[in-house]
């Protein structure tokens, strides 16, 4: 379905996100029809050099994705590059000019550093570029704690109401993570087992296999935490978690998900120590090749953790008691991101006798990429008429094979949402700050105990330690497979 007439304005257009992310989207729901005729993409530069320069990184970014010459000359005759200095009002004069009068939906996405959010949408109010159906869209990571997320929420909400503040979280936007809640809420057999009194441990694994990237600036300054922990891994927790809303829409899901991070236990003081790993990848081999240890490639010294490991609890009627294990971390051995649910083994086994080593808990995993889709473990007989034997297999349901229609990227989904005006899968400023809250005491705790990373080879699981985390409680990690 077409979205309604809109103008987006692209701050940061020329960074790594916009280039890599958004007008690759866009230009796919472009080719798809989506976009309307008169809808426009105005992207901001701030050198002027950029003016002609970035027309022709985009088409070159969009001819690596395959699109067609014709699809990216179409795409390239939406994009207006204006020139504008995010700290400078008075350079807002050609934005205003190129965005004209028009009741067209309007919406700014800043896709920069969050330092920039506040005088962003302050010169935006200032030189009156703001509509009242204006929106913005605040990219991740929302500040790098809990007051510097505050005062971005408080200044950004003297100028746009909530509702028209879009906090995104790419991994909202993944086909997998939406399906999440249909998993849960329009299938009868698992929400019923979805409790302490079935589910034995949960763990929440975020593996890639790139590196540094070409980010040694934000990232080195950030660290893994901040960058995947404080956002992607705890919005998958949250929705893994809630309570069913009472309906589909952004404030029934945002209150059930804002509940589930107070409920999360505080990990502070000595228990950072007992319930988490930080790790930072060391040179090691990768495909054959080898790679560089974090610090080689960033050229100096650095305690920045680029791996992370937690235990943590949530206390709540649903899930007291289960333990659900965190692991989230760059250069590690395989790129696969998923959900594991493990559930309590059978009370009893009446399969003795060598039938079986062990009667394997029924698992449960939600595959975010790649080849996204659920398995279910279950044990099964093994067809022969000699002595019974049982062993685990996998009904394994994947997106590919079960649906022919193409799997958008997430930034696709939230871009037009945005335009449509749907925030289910943005985070209210309750929900990051909550975030932020539970996150702070443990980066706290790292520096008051002096907890530096512990290193691990590149194209690894990670350290040991992580691996004892979980070992000392009588677990593992699931494998992929
Ligand atoms: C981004 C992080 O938000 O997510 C990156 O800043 C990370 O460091 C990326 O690589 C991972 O996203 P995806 O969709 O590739 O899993």
Redesign the pocket.
């Known amino acids: 379905t077409p979205v309604p007439p809109f103008d987006l304005v692209i701050f940061g257009a020329g960074g790594d996100l916009a280039l890599r992310k958004l007008f690759p989207a866009l230009a796919q729901r472009n080719r798809e029809g989506v976009l309307p005729e008169e809808s426009r993409i105005l992207a901001i530069v701030r050198k002027p050099e950029d003016l002609e320069g970035l027309p022709k990184q985009v088409a070159n970014r969009l001819n690596e994705e395959g699109l067609a010459a014709e699809q990216v000359a179409a795409f390239l005759r939406r994009l207006t590059v204006v020139q504008a200095d995010a700290l400078k009002p008075e350079t807002f004069g050609a934005l205003k000019t190129a965005l004209g009068d028009t009741d067209r939906v309007r919406s700014f996405y800043l896709s920069t550093p969050p330092e920039l959010f506040i005088p962003i949408c302050q010169n935006l109010a200032k030189a009156d570029i703001l509509t009242p159906t204006s929106r913005v869209i605040l990219e991740?990571p929302l500040g790098h704690n809990l007051a510097s997320a505050r005062e971005i929420n408080d200044a950004v909400a003297a100028i746009l109401p909530e509702s028209r503040t879009y906090r995104i979280d790419?991994?909202l936007g993944?086909e997998t993570v939406q399906n999440l809640l249909v998993l849960r809420f329009a299938n009868t057999l698992f929400e019923r087992s979805w409790s302490s009194r079935d589910i034995d441990n949960v763990q929440i694994t975020?593996a890639?296999t790139?590196g540094l990237?070409s980010?040694a600036g934000y990232?080195d300054k950030a660290g893994h935490m901040r960058?995947?922990v404080q956002?992607?891994l705890m919005q998958l927790l949250t929705l893994f978690a809630i309570e069913p809303p009472n309906m589909l829409e952004a404030g029934a899901v945002r209150d059930e998900k804002i509940k589930v991070l107070k409920a999360l236990r505080p990990i502070v003081g000595p228990d950072v120590q007992r319930y988490t790993v930080r790790g930072q990848y060391g040179p090691g081999q990768m495909d054959g090749q080898r790679v560089r240890g974090y610090t080689d490639e960033l050229g100096y010294a650095s305690n920045t953790e680029t791996f992370v490991a937690i235990r943590c609890e949530i206390d709540n009627w649903r899930w007291a008691g289960v333990p659900i294990y965190l692991r989230t971390g760059?250069r590690m051995a395989q790129r696969y991101?998923e959900i594991a649910v493990t559930f309590k083994p059978v009370p009893h086994s009446i399969f003795g006798g060598g039938s079986c080593d062990r009667l394997d808990a029924n698992r449960l995993v939600i595959r975010?990429?790649p080849n996204d889709g659920v398995q279910l473990q279950l044990m099964m007989k093994v067809p022969g008429s000699g002595r019974l034997k049982v062993v685990p297999r996998q009904l394994d349901l994947r997106y590919s094979t079960a649906f022919d229609e193409r799997t958008p990227d997430?930034y696709e989904r939230l871009l037009t949402d945005v335009i449509r005006g749907d925030q289910t899968l943005f985070m209210h400023r309750d929900e990051v700050e909550q975030a932020w809250a539970w996150v702070d005491p443990i980066i706290a705790g790292w520096q008051e105990y002096s907890l530096h990373p512990h290193r691990y080879t590149a194209g690894s699981w990670g350290p040991s330690q992580a691996i004892g985390l979980i070992e000392r409680e009588g677990r593992s990690w699931a494998d992929p497979d």
Request: hydrophobic content about 25%.
């Open positions: 991740k790419h991994y993944k975020v890639e790139v990237e980010r990232y960058d995947m956002n992607h760059k991101s975010l990429q997430a």
